[in-house]
């Protein structure tokens, strides 16, 4: 027996393969750093595991496996809330669930893998190696929000999105930028606690503490010094109903929802506005299922006799052209129960709201139902009296740099959302968590409306001014707020100018450089 148990641990396949339990277990870990659990602290065992692991292996497959299975593992238990809408539709897509999810990680893991597949190829002394590797982690996340339709979820600086002071940095480097700044600090410092490499250990702490310091100090001035300005006399109301899904979706309760929608839209208004002061309201994603509802609901006629002149309704909606064509967009409602369709989401969801290769599924005579996309070249809301502003739909506010083109010169950001697809998970902290890297980055007022929740009034600095949690039925009333100099021009951020250009090419420049002395390096030896 114990011949047996001595033989299993020195069994080198035994060993191998423990090493990728280990990698899976690491990889849950991983999870607990992003919301809602933002438990950061985690980072430094979990990535440390991570590059030493893939630096250590014996082979170029043994090192692509270590970032597999840890991939793996952090989009099983951190991704999951995706398929939670396939327990909406029930049916089939219950029996499938499984199935799709392990192979939506299984895909998303190659990601991981590209980096310690690379950390392992590119192995050079340890300082040369952590900078490496931090530039193939952040290119990987740059990658994994491009391919496959781009999933940039979780990315590794949304483990801080609870510290405004540290995410100021990204005004200038964006997400992905803060996310090289992490990593670099986090395997630094822990390879120097851990005593690695005796003769490296100060340039590594000095470094790394050099790293914290200048962004926690430009965060810590840039909060100190913010100089808000309110934009014109609107007061925008966030309504978030907190319709179940799957009421949502049922004809009969199509009145019940609507009512509570209006009844939360003119809640307390006399009390909540002075006499120049004008209502703006907004509806999540899709509060509208369709255009004649409107018109066919007497509920509506309420919007004509409490919405003054100048006071309109903003809300998500589904707009058709015929009877195959569909849109999720977004309208204006007017006093007049008039409606302007003022933008259509551009980046669907894939499964979701359409069928990749439809066009070949329609070949071999299989339909499916599906959204259109909108045209890329939409131009920035501009309705009457209502300030300039850009609309994301869904998870379109997730997307660094893609759908906010500052040529334009929007007022403010507003998400158009509906989490009730993913219920009580932790999905809806994670969406949330991106709008506050998009105002940050754009210098940008962000207001999000939420089905179920999370609503906010986000200010361009990430400072949340009002809440509503998951699972809340309420409305709160907010301004927008914007960054102006002395002389009253809007200040537009770094990152706003130049977006994710200016992390790509100085990473690159980094990449060519650290190339250079690797070759010096081995060279010398």
């Known amino acids: 027996m114990i011949k047996d148990i001595i033989f299993f641990f020195n069994n080198k396949n035994i060993k191998d393969n423990l090493n990728f339990f280990y990698s899976f277990l690491f990889g849950f870990i991983f999870v607990l750093c992003f919301p809602p659990f933002n438990f950061w602290p985690l980072l430094f065992p979990s990535l440390t595991f991570l590059f030493l692991r893939s630096y250590n292996s014996k082979s170029k497959k043994e090192a692509f496996f270590v970032g597999w299975f840890f991939g793996l593992s952090f989009f099983l238990f951190s ?30 893991a190659l990601f991981f893998s590209l980096v310690t597949f690379l950390n392992y190829k590119f192995k050079t002394n340890f300082i040369l190696s952590i900078i490496f590797f931090s530039i193939f982690w952040t290119f990987s996340e740059i990658l994994r929000g491009h391919l496959f339709t ?67 100090l430009f965060g810590i001035n840039r ?11 609107k007061i925008y109301r966030v309504v978030q109903p907190n319709i179940n899904q799957k009421d949502k979706l049922n004809p009969s309760k199509f009145e019940e929802n609507y009512k509570k929608l209006i009844e939360l839209s003119f809640k307390n208004k006399m009390g909540a506005l002075n006499i120049s002061e004008n209502l703006v309201i907004f509806w999540p994603e899709t509060a509208i299922f369709d255009i004649g509802h409107i018109k ?57 709201e359409y069928i990749p290769f439809n066009d070949f599924f329609n070949i071999l005579g299989i339909n499916f139902f599906g959204l259109k996309k909108g045209s890329k070249n939409q131009k920035i809301i501009e309705y009457k009296n209502i300030p300039k502003f850009k609309a994301l739909i869904c998870y379109e506010s997730i997307f660094p740099g893609k759908f906010i083109n500052n040529k334009n010169s929007e007022v403010f950001l507003v998400n158009f959302t509906n989490d009730a697809w993913f219920g009580s998970t932790i999905g809806p902290f994670q969406h949330f968590a991106n709008s506050k890297f998009r105002a940050v980055e754009e210098g940008k007022h962000l207001i999000r409306v939420a089905n179920t929740g999370i609503s906010a009034s986000i200010d361009p600095y990430g400072r949340v001014l009002n809440k509503l949690f998951l699972n809340t039925s309420n409305y709160f009333d907010t301004k927008v707020f ?21 992390i790509i090419i100085l990473l690159i420049i980094l990449f060519f450089l650290l190339s250079v002395l690797k070759y010096y390096f081995h060279k010398k030896i």
């Open 150 to 216: 781009g999933f940039p979820w979780n990315l590794l600086a949304h483990s801080f999105s609870n510290y405004d002071f540290l995410i100021q940095i990204c005004s200038v480097f964006g997400v992905y930028g803060l996310s090289f700044f992490i990593i670099y600090s986090v395997v630094s410092l822990t390879l120097v606690f851990l005593n690695f490499k005796k003769e490296k250990n100060f340039f590594l702490l000095f470094s790394s503490l050099i790293i914290i310091f200048f962004i926690s």
């Open 79 to 108: 991704s999951f809330w995706i398929f939670n809408s396939f327990l909406v539709r029930s049916g089939i897509f219950i029996y499938i669930l499984p199935i799709c999810l392990f192979l939506f990680s299984c895909l998303l």
């Open 223 to 233: 909060l100190n010094n913010s100089d808000l300005t309110q934009h014109s006399s």
């Open 482 to 502: 914007v960054i102006k100099d002395n002389k009253n021009n809007r200040i537009k951020t770094i990152y706003s100018d130049y977006k994710n250009n200016l």
């Open 296 to 352: 066919n609901y007497p509920i509506f006629e309420i919007l004509n006799k409490n919405l003054k002149e100048n006071e309109y309704l903003v809300t998500g909606i589904f707009k058709s052209e015929d009877e195959d064509t569909y849109f999720n967009s977004v309208a204006i409602v007017d006093k007049k129960l008039s409606i302007n369709y003022v933008y259509d989401k551009v980046h669907l969801v894939p499964f979701g």
